[in-house]
């Protein structure tokens, strides 16, 4: 079983990687470590290696394979970056995260449904990954506590980039986001001494931000 799963995350990985949505090693090498079907319910083992989203239940999910690469290309994470991710769904895009940063890095993963939060910390454990700390709680307010951080991603649509989180990144960090009340982008906010540059880079659907400064 394991290594028909290796063979299929390693063809998977040389799609994305042929289509251009892995681009540099660490996402690669991330992406071929990280078990996907450690992440998904029983149920749906035998599709986490097809590159689409599934079902995780409470009407979320796990998204698919190249949106994660294209988040996680965009977040230009180095060894060491502290990351702020909101939406912990599955835990997968917080384990990818991990594995980049490194030991040196830390991860802080907020879900808004209890019984998510669980799968996502049972999951990671499952996959002997440490270093991702999975919390309860709307992430759009961020966590005030940890702050500022390196790299923050957001994992659900936000009706508008919300404040706090701008506020919790730091200066010469990216945050990247999708935002939108019916078409959603995915945005890039840049986070300079004085200045904040926000960027588009193309339509993405993802499941709605529900909270304080979501919907
Ligand atoms: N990153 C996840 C994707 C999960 S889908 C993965 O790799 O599997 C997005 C998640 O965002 C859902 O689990 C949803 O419950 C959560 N969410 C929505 N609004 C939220 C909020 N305000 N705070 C934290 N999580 C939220």
Known sequence: ???????????????????????SERVEDAMLNVQRHLFVPFDEIKYAYED????????????????????????????????LEIGAGSGYQAAIISRIVGEGGKVISIERIEGLADFARENLKRAGIKDVEVMRGDGSLGFEPEAPYDKICVTCAAPDIPEPLVGQLRVGGRMVIPVGRHAQELYLLDKGEDQIVKRKVGGVIFVPLIGRYGF
Do not use: C, N
């Open 1 to 23: 079983m394991e290594v028909k799963f290796k063979e299929e995350r390693d063809k998977l990985v040389r799609h994305l990687k042929k289509i251009g949505y892995i681009k």
């Open 52 to 83: 689409r989203p599934l079902p995780i239940g409470a009407g979320q999910t796990i998204s698919a394979p190249h949106m994660v690469a294209i988040m996680t290309e965009y977040l230009k994470l180095k060894k060491g970056d502290k990351v």
